[in-house]
């Protein structure tokens, strides 16, 4: 797949399609009793997430938002301005109940494959936890391609992605743990070939299935 064939309305529609499981899924309640699988402190996601600039910082795919407010109230100093981001509106409105009309804070109904509106050049960092791993690998690479627009120089991107690299044309629904087709070298491959460099990358296990899941930052040179 060339990066012009990654952001088109063909992929648009395939994350919108695959989105559709998402919409009143009670996956968001379960989800909230895990957050400590992100943020204590021997996890690699909080000590990659120590190296973003964190000052323009958005959330991609952020569901009900559990893991925006726990930024906005553990390092609400070091965030002038976030945009949580999710292609469902049902997701949107449920953040800014959960949120709350704030002056620093944006939320934003994007197509499912890039940053837009977000503007070139604007975001210090991105981060997406708990949801790239079931995004098909067209969007995936699409939104590598669009993060290198919208990061400023230097900024960083923390992916939380798939590393179950069997059976391309399954749905993800249908692989364990509902992971997408994906593998740590053909991230890497994606993220160099739009031009952004590969800072850290780690293949983890996810419950008990080890190896199953790979966290990668990535820089803007």
């Not at 800014?96 to 837009?116: E, P, Y």
Request: aromatic share 12%; with cysteine.
């Amino acid at each position: 797949m060339t990066n012009s064939e990654s952001n088109n309305p063909t992929t648009e529609k395939i994350a919108a399609t695959e989105a559709l499981v998402w919409e009143q899924s009670p996956y968001y309640e379960d989800a909230e009793k895990f957050m400590w699988v992100f943020w204590k402190e021997e996890t690699p996601f909080l000590s990659l997430f120590r190296q973003l600039d964190t000052r323009n910082l958005l959330e991609l795919a952020c569901g009900h938002g559990r893991h925006s407010e726990y930024v906005l109230s553990n390092f609400g100093d070091r965030v002038r301005s976030l945009v949580m981001m999710d292609i469902l509106q049902s997701n949107i409105d449920w953040c800014l109940k959960r949120i709350g009309k704030q002056d620093r804070v944006k939320f934003i109904r994007n197509s499912g494959a890039g940053f837009q509106p977000v503007e070139e050049a604007s975001i210090t960092a991105i981060f997406c936890y708990d949801a790239m791993v079931h995004f098909h690998r067209g969007v995936v690479l699409s939104y590598l391609n669009d993060a290198k627009r919208v990061l400023i120089p230097e900024g960083k991107a923390l992916l939380h992605h798939s590393n179950y690299a069997f059976d391309p044309d399954m749905p993800f629904g249908k692989n364990p743990r509902a992971r997408a087709f994906m593998s740590a070298s053909l991230f890497r491959s994606y993220a160099e070939n739009v031009g952004l460099e590969v800072v850290s990358q780690q293949i983890m296990p996810w419950g008990n299935t080890p190896n199953h899941d790979g966290l990668t930052l990535v820089r803007k040179p």
